[in-house]
């Protein structure tokens, strides 16, 4: 009999038969199932000892079918608790083995690269590679990228793909960043600055986030590492990351260059404004706009009156409420 089946085809012939004759002697049995007589007590025999028929006789017996239900209700039940101790063994074996997989895969997660041009090329690769979004955390002395180098990055606001960069304050003074990060806004990047990030970082599509390894104190020291990372918790911790600053971080309005005004503010002092709340000191960003440091106070005195403040503090808080940034 073929293993796992409750009875084979023999036997289901040769019953089904008995339950249409009502009873039969072995004889009866093999003439209808065209059997031979050996055949038919050995079949008789085997559903017997099943309790599917009953012998009513002891010479020559007479043979009665039994209801199958009661005889096969048993087995079925011991079958269906042995399946079921089964799948909970395969379940708690299958379990077992991606544990382990994970663990022995572990090192699939990080990848780490070595020196400036191959983080650059990486990086790179990244963004011309990104389908939905890009996160940055841009901070001050860019290890392999200034930000006049990202030309990738245009590529990927025109495909359609988004972009969120927050930018550490001091980045914000450096000479010539600040043109580079307007020219991004202007394309469409969504920029906010914080005084201090914690690590430099850049995550594609949610799915494979680079970063550096090299502490700051340390950046003279060897060739610059960094890990490149995939699908995973440390993922997660380090877009959780992300969002936490983001929600903190200043947004930053830096469209210059047209005569639209909003409130009776012109684009260079949304400009002045934008820098102002973001932290950036009155010399820096006088020295961005190409003005003197009293002309940079003479404007913020301005926007304080219009504004209805009397302090930076105010100004920052009304800028926010009526939109101006």
């Known amino acids: 009999m073929q293993e796992g089946l409750l009875l084979d085809a023999r036997e289901e012939q040769a019953y089904r038969l008995l339950v249409g004759?009502?009873?039969?002697?072995?004889?009866?049995?093999?003439?209808?199932?065209?059997?031979?007589?050996?055949?038919?007590?050995?079949?008789?025999?085997?559903?017997q000892a099943k309790g599917l028929v009953a012998a009513t006789e002891v010479d020559d017996p007479v043979f009665r079918p039994l209801p199958p239900d009661v005889a096969l209700g048993t087995t079925l039940l011991r079958r269906?608790?042995?399946?079921?101790?089964?799948?909970?063994?395969?379940?708690?074996?299958?379990?077992?083995?991606?544990?382990?997989?994970?663990?022995?895969?572990?090192?699939?997660?990080v990848e780490v690269i070595v020196g400036a041009t191959a983080l650059r090329e990486r990086l790179r690769d990244l963004q011309e590679s990104a389908r939905e979004e890009i996160l940055w955390f841009c901070r001050a002395n860019p290890l392999a990228m200034q930000g006049a180098d990202n030309t990738e990055e245009y590529g990927a606001l025109t495909r359609g793909v988004r972009y969120r960069a927050i930018y550490e304050r001091a980045l914000l003074e450096t000479p010539g960043e600040l043109d580079s990060i307007a020219e991004g806004v202007?394309?469409?990047?969504?920029?906010?600055a914080l005084p201090t990030l914690p690590v430099r970082l850049a995550i594609v599509d949610r799915s494979t986030a680079v970063c550096p390894l090299v502490r700051d104190d340390e950046l003279g020291i060897g060739e610059p590492t960094?890990?490149?990372?995939?699908?995973?918790?440390?993922?997660?911790?380090?877009?959780?990351?992300?969002?936490?600053?983001?929600?903190?971080?200043?947004?930053?309005?830096?469209q210059r260059?047209?005569?639209?005004?909003?409130?009776?503010?012109?684009d260079n002092e949304r400009f002045l404004l934008s820098l102002l709340v973001a932290g950036v000191p009155d010399k820096s960003i006088a020295s961005q706009l190409g003005i003197s440091r009293r002309t940079v106070q003479r404007r913020l005195d301005r926007m304080m009156a219009l504004a209805g403040v009397d302090t930076r503090t105010g100004l920052a808080f009304q800028a926010a409420k009526r939109g101006w940034i």
């Open 21 to 47: 004759l009502s009873a039969a002697r072995s004889g009866e049995l093999a003439e209808v199932a065209e059997l031979t007589r050996h055949e038919a007590d050995e079949v008789l025999q085997r559903l």
């Open 226 to 254: 960094a890990a490149v990372i995939s699908r995973g918790q440390l993922l997660d911790a380090l877009l959780a990351l992300f969002e936490s600053h983001w929600e903190q971080a200043t947004p930053v309005k830096l």
């Open 80 to 109: 269906q608790e042995s399946l079921e101790t089964a799948r909970k063994t395969v379940a708690a074996l299958s379990e077992e083995f991606r544990a382990s997989a994970s663990r022995r895969d572990a090192h699939h997660l």
């Open 257 to 266: 260059g047209n005569s639209e005004e909003t409130e009776g503010l012109d």
């Open 186 to 192: 202007s394309w469409g990047e969504e920029a906010r």
